[in-house]
């Protein structure tokens, strides 16, 4: 149980481009999917927090208009970068928990790796 | 703020034990613990609330100390799939986000 997809799993695109990441809860309703970056040997950086049916809350840093964030059913969060440059090449991972997000553990997807040329 | 864990990094043959620590300067409601395999998403191991507890599955187990705001994560006699990379992720709030450490990359050698 507790299967979370993300797709896709990789993509190329040239500069300019928008990317948009979907991430899908399979067998369970998330309340709260998270949305996270990490750099190669480095942390899960948290880019923001979305509830269904309500804005996104983005961490100090993450600008808003460049990463937009969808969270339209509690089986479903989308990340969309816009207006791509290599400097937003990363790893993109996110992540759904049920309930409160304290104590609830948090179950991952696969993870994006977004290249940009 | 970031929890910082110790040690960075560690080498085992299997069958040693290991500990890996994770210490925040805020009061914590929770720690989580996940393991991050190359290239795979993390997977979570346990969660620990604040009032101090010890849990454990297996091989490996977990205590919080709510006083010290520290989290240490016990793994006995390591086995080869237990390599990767171990991040704690500590929570102020019940209905908070998590913000993980730096990691721990656990290497165990045949």
């Known amino acids: 149980g507790a299967v979370v997809s993300q797709h896709p799993s990789r993509v190329i695109c040239k500069s300019g481009t928008s990317v948009k990441i979907e991430c899908r809860s399979l067998d369970f309703q998330a309340t709260t999917m998270f949305w996270y970056r990490q750099f190669p040997k480095k942390s899960l950086m948290l880019m923001a927090t979305s509830n269904e049916g309500s804005k996104a809350t983005y961490e100090q840093g993450v600008e808003k208009d460049k990463f937009l964030i969808n969270h339209a059913s509690l089986t479903l969060s989308t990340l969309t970068v816009t207006s791509a440059h290599p400097e937003d090449s990363s790893f993109y991972i996110c992540?759904?928990?049920?309930?409160?997000?304290?104590?609830?553990?948090?179950?991952f997807g696969d993870g994006t790796r977004l290249s940009i040329l | 703020q970031q929890p910082v864990q110790s040690p960075q990094a560690v080498i085992l043959r299997e069958g040693e034990d290991a500990v890996i620590n994770c210490s925040s300067s805020?009061?914590?409601?929770?720690v989580h613990w996940y393991r991050q395999k190359h290239g795979e998403a993390p997977v979570f191991l346990m969660i620990l609330l604040k009032g101090g507890e010890q849990k454990g599955h297996d091989k490996i187990s977990a205590s919080f100390n709510e006083k010290k705001q520290q989290s240490s994560l016990y793994l006995t006699a390591s086995q080869l799939s237990y390599s990767g990379t171990y991040f704690c992720?500590?929570?102020?709030?019940?209905?908070?986000?998590?913000?993980f450490g730096q990691g721990t990359e656990l290497s165990v050698k045949p």
């Open positions: 992540s759904a928990s049920t309930g409160l997000a304290g104590n609830q553990p948090q179950h």
């Open positions: 992720g500590t929570g102020i709030q019940s209905r908070g986000k998590l913000i």
């Open positions: 805020k009061a914590l409601y929770s």
